[in-house]
């Protein structure tokens, strides 16, 4: 089965080097001086949770031998929407569609829930008849918090905000509920969970990471995907639930100064217990995709790195599921490109990711298992592993993607069960890093003035991957049924006998008793987030600005940061009462008051939970975190802890 496995390493690349001519000795080099440097002993040696099974692997033994090499190698390529009509489906054997953090059907933003889920039955049908072997399709999306392409889903905290809950059967939850509402809009495979371990904050994707903490990424990784995928011997891959990737495989998050795709220079001992501690459990508790990494380790493209995936993964780590490239990920290894890549497919990696040139990719991957320079074995394995991974998830024997249970109804997205779950988890991913004089809870009866940019901005509190790839376009209109935090604020201070005004920019008629001040980062996603410094008044000064201000006229300030990472904020903190790291919430902005505001009978309403997942800076270098202001795990509480923070530096 494990074909791959016959060569061993250095065999493996002479062959290569032999067929393929000079375009490969690039790649043999790289290859020749990665393996000096590794010892497969390194990584845990894992006994797939998936018994041999006899009688799933003849079924899939039986459709191999009657399928032609063309419809082989369509299921090894998954395309992009906007690149892949239902006319295209029907004249190639596809295996697989996507649409990206930027498409959707139609190919245009904001595409209503029907549109999605007519266009699933009509790929469905027309896989069903078109000539060849009956295989299903896989559509797969990005929900990395929530079904985040459909308006009115819920949208729950990034991975950052869920990691400083500490809660891991919580975070299972909100898996199940983000299978439930990608049901509803007619997909079977979800490109989460990130298993990175994002260790410089520069990187624009910090916030997909749960941890810089490998054990906690550990705890995490095995529940998202029972929450996703239903748990082996139960619910696994139930009709409620959806195919997960665990991603980007492996060393993500370690990149050289935290550029987005870029190197993660580190021995390999450091790549298996930081990098790669999310695997073993992800794979133990069943995962079905892995999705190789953009980045490179030690020079070599993770979608050429043959020793990592095919020796380590499937070898040693016993996956038996499939690895699916990264979006044209395979055009980055050196001699490849968009529409040609035996290189990624020779090391494994099973499924490439593509954009417009699909049809060159497919013609061009025919043509090199026929003459030689992808073997057919290696094509054969492949496409073994993604049947079986369409097998086990029951997609054979499964109905339009309508009548799967709440499919295509719209009463499913943003459902109160939901939403409250989301609540649960902002109000429990909220960190207190400062509380001068006991400042917060707020009590009942206040006058409050909520100011700041992020205030009103459901858009802006659920960050990038939302709606769009990068986020951000709207504020709340494209969220009928989120709250923003300042909505939470006015119902929360008003039921208590308070009162709320707000005002963006801060200006006020009426003296508050306190300034809720809400401001942080805008939206960004991969690639647009890397920054260079962590000092958050350099990339804003604006929010300091107006917290002098404020400060000056004496009010009580309580701040709360919306952010995707760790920054410096040293300054906005010496100017604030209160500081609370709240992360980027998505939808449910109330879990911000649940905490911010005492009930009106005056007792707490609910305490800080939250303790920091990553370490919080004290310089403006990324470099510089050996020494952080606030360790891993701090927050403060209202209860149990001395709330006057004795390390910040004093106001000048
Ligand atoms: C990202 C992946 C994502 C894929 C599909 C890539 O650019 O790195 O995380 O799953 O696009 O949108
Ligand atoms: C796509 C994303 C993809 C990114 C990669 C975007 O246009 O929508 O899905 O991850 O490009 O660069």
Same mark, same amino acid.
């Given at each position: 089965?494990?074909?791959?496995?016959?060569?061993?390493?250095?065999?493996?690349?002479?062959?290569?080097?032999l067929?393929?001519?000079?375009g490969?000795?690039?790649?043999?080099?790289?290859?020749?001086e990665?393996?000096?440097?590794?010892?497969?002993?390194?990584?845990p040696?894992?006994?797939?949770?998936?018994?041999?099974?006899? %009688?799933?692997?003849?079924?899939i033994?039986?459709i191999?031998n009657?399928?032609s090499?063309?419809?082989?190698?369509?299921?090894?390529?998954?395309?992009?929407?906007?690149?892949?009509?239902?006319?295209?489906l029907?004249?190639?054997?596809?295996? =697989?569609?996507?649409?990206?953090?930027?498409s959707?059907?139609?190919?245009?933003?904001?595409?209503?829930?029907?549109?999605?889920?007519?266009?699933?039955?009509?790929?469905?049908?027309? $896989?069903k008849?078109?000539?060849?072997?009956?295989?299903?399709l896989?559509?797969?999306?990005?929900?990395?918090?929530?079904q985040?392409?459909?308006?009115g889903?819920?949208?729950?905290?990034?991975?950052?905000?869920?990691?400083?809950?500490h809660?891991?059967?919580?975070?299972?939850?909100i898996?199940?509920?983000?299978?439930q509402?990608?049901?509803?809009?007619? %997909?079977?495979w979800?490109? =989460?969970?990130?298993?990175?371990?994002?260790?410089n904050?520069?990187?624009?994707?910090?916030?997909?990471? !749960?941890?810089?903490?490998?054990?906690?990424?550990?705890?995490i990784?095995?529940e998202?995907?029972?929450?996703?995928?239903g748990?082996?011997?139960?619910?696994?891959?139930?009709d409620?639930?959806?195919?997960?990737?665990a991603?980007?495989f492996?060393?993500?998050?370690?990149?050289?100064?935290?550029?987005?795709?870029?190197?993660?220079?580190?021995?390999?001992?450091?790549?298996?217990?930081?990098?790669?501690?999310?695997?073993?459990p992800?794979?133990?508790?069943?995962?079905?995709?892995?999705?190789?990494?953009?980045?490179?380790?030690?020079?070599?493209?993770?979608?050429?790195?043959?020793?990592?995936i095919?020796?380590?993964?499937k070898?040693?780590?016993?996956?038996d599921?499939?690895?699916?490239?990264?979006?044209?990920?395979?055009?980055?290894?050196?001699g490849c490109?968009?529409?040609?890549c035996p290189?990624?497919?020779?090391? *494994?990696?099973?499924?490439?990711?593509?954009?417009?040139?699909?049809k060159?990719?497919?013609f061009?991957?025919?043509?090199?298992?026929? @003459?030689g320079?992808i073997?057919?074995?290696?094509?054969?394995?492949?496409?073994?592993?993604?049947?079986? $991974?369409? !097998?086990r998830? *029951?997609l054979?024997?499964?109905?339009?993607?309508?009548?799967?249970?709440?499919?295509?109804?719209p009463?499913?997205?943003?459902?109160?069960?939901?939403?409250?779950?989301?609540?649960?988890?902002?109000?429990?991913?909220?960190?207190?890093?400062?509380?001068?004089?006991? $400042?917060?809870?707020?009590?009942?009866n206040?006058? $409050?003035?909520?100011? *700041?940019?992020?205030? @009103?901005?459901?858009?802006?509190?659920?960050?990038?991957?939302t709606?769009?790839?990068?986020?951000?376009?709207?504020?709340n209109?494209?969220f009928?049924?989120?709250?923003?935090?300042l909505?939470?604020?006015?119902?929360?201070?008003?039921?208590?006998?308070?009162?709320?005004?707000?005002?963006?920019?801060?200006?006020?008629?009426?003296?508050?008793?306190?300034?809720?001040?809400?401001?942080?980062?805008t939206?960004?996603a991969?690639?647009?987030?890397?920054?260079?410094t962590?000092?958050?008044?350099?990339?804003?000064?604006?929010?300091?600005e107006?917290?002098?201000?404020?400060?000056?006229?004496s009010?009580?300030?309580?701040?709360?940061f919306l952010?995707?990472?760790?920054?410096w904020?040293?300054?906005?903190?010496i100017?604030?009462?209160?500081? /609370?790291?709240?992360?980027?919430?998505?939808?449910?902005?109330?879990?911000?008051?649940? /905490?911010? /505001?005492?009930?009106?009978?005056?007792?707490?309403?609910?305490?800080?939970?939250?303790r920091?997942?990553?370490p919080?800076p004290d310089?403006?270098?990324?470099?510089?975190?050996s020494?952080?202001?606030?360790?891993?795990d701090y927050g403060?509480?209202?209860?149990?802890?001395?709330?006057?923070?004795?390390?910040?530096?004093?106001?000048?």
């Amino acid at each position: 089965m494990r074909n791959n496995q016959k060569y061993n390493f250095f065999g493996f690349a002479i062959l290569l080097g032999l067929i393929a001519g000079s375009g490969s000795s690039v790649c043999l080099a790289a290859q020749t001086e990665a393996e000096d440097l590794t010892n497969i002993d390194n990584w845990p040696q894992i006994e797939s949770p998936f018994p041999h099974d006899s %009688q799933t692997e003849d079924y899939i033994t039986k459709i191999i031998n009657t399928m032609s090499l063309k419809e082989k190698v369509g299921q090894m390529i998954i395309v992009e929407l906007p690149f892949i009509n239902a006319e295209d489906l029907a004249k190639f054997p596809i295996g =697989a569609v996507l649409n990206g953090g930027d498409s959707s059907p139609g190919g245009y933003k904001n595409t209503p829930l029907a549109e999605w889920v007519s266009l699933a039955d009509k790929f469905h049908d027309i $896989v069903k008849t078109r000539d060849g072997a009956y295989i299903p399709l896989l559509w797969g999306t990005d929900a990395v918090h929530g079904q985040n392409k459909i308006i009115g889903a819920t949208i729950f905290p990034h991975n950052i905000g869920l990691g400083a809950t500490h809660n891991p059967p919580l975070i299972r939850k909100i898996g199940v509920a983000t299978a439930q509402e990608v049901i509803v809009s007619g %997909q079977n495979w979800v490109f =989460a969970p990130t298993l990175a371990v994002a260790q410089n904050y520069s990187w624009g994707r910090t916030y997909e990471s !749960y941890s810089s903490d490998p054990a906690i990424v550990e705890k995490i990784a095995p529940e998202i995907v029972k929450g996703l995928q239903g748990e082996i011997g139960i619910d696994f891959l139930s009709d409620r639930h959806v195919i997960a990737t665990a991603k980007h495989f492996v060393g993500d998050g370690g990149t050289t100064d935290g550029r987005d795709q870029g190197n993660t220079s580190i021995n390999e001992e450091t790549l298996v217990k930081t990098h790669a501690a999310g695997y073993e459990p992800a794979i133990q508790a069943g995962v079905q995709t892995i999705m190789a990494s953009y980045s490179s380790w030690n020079g070599v493209k993770m979608h050429e790195n043959h020793y990592l995936i095919a020796d380590v993964l499937k070898g040693r780590m016993g996956f038996d599921g499939f690895v699916v490239g990264d979006w044209n990920g395979h055009a980055q290894v050196p001699g490849c490109s968009k529409s040609s890549c035996p290189q990624a497919i020779n090391a *494994g990696v099973d499924m490439l990711m593509v954009t417009e040139p699909w049809k060159e990719l497919y013609f061009n991957t025919i043509k090199q298992v026929e @003459n030689g320079e992808i073997h057919l074995e290696r094509v054969d394995d492949a496409v073994r592993r993604i049947l079986r $991974v369409k !097998y086990r998830a *029951g997609l054979f024997n499964q109905p339009h993607p309508s009548l799967r249970p709440g499919g295509g109804d719209p009463s499913i997205l943003g459902n109160m069960a939901n939403r409250s779950l989301a609540r649960q988890a902002v109000r429990q991913s909220l960190v207190l890093l400062k509380n001068q004089d006991d $400042v917060l809870p707020i009590p009942a009866n206040s006058r $409050v003035l909520v100011v *700041g940019k992020g205030a @009103n901005d459901i858009g802006m509190q659920s960050g990038g991957w939302t709606l769009t790839w990068q986020g951000g376009i709207d504020r709340n209109e494209s969220f009928p049924k989120g709250e923003s935090i300042l909505q939470g604020l006015q119902r929360a201070i008003e039921a208590s006998g308070g009162k709320v005004s707000f005002s963006e920019n801060g200006d006020f008629t009426e003296r508050p008793d306190y300034v809720v001040m809400v401001f942080g980062e805008t939206p960004y996603a991969e690639m647009k987030g890397d920054i260079n410094t962590l000092s958050f008044s350099q990339l804003n000064g604006q929010p300091l600005e107006l917290l002098k201000k404020l400060k000056s006229a004496s009010l009580p300030i309580i701040s709360v940061f919306l952010s995707g990472r760790p920054l410096w904020v040293t300054p906005e903190m010496i100017h604030s009462d209160a500081f /609370v790291a709240a992360w980027l919430p998505g939808t449910e902005g109330a879990g911000v008051a649940d /905490v911010l /505001v005492r009930k009106p009978n005056g007792e707490i309403n609910f305490d800080f939970e939250g303790r920091l997942s990553f370490p919080w800076p004290d310089s403006p270098e990324a470099s510089e975190l050996s020494k952080p202001l606030f360790p891993l795990d701090y927050g403060l509480r209202y209860q149990h802890e001395p709330t006057a923070d004795k390390r910040l530096p004093k106001e000048n």
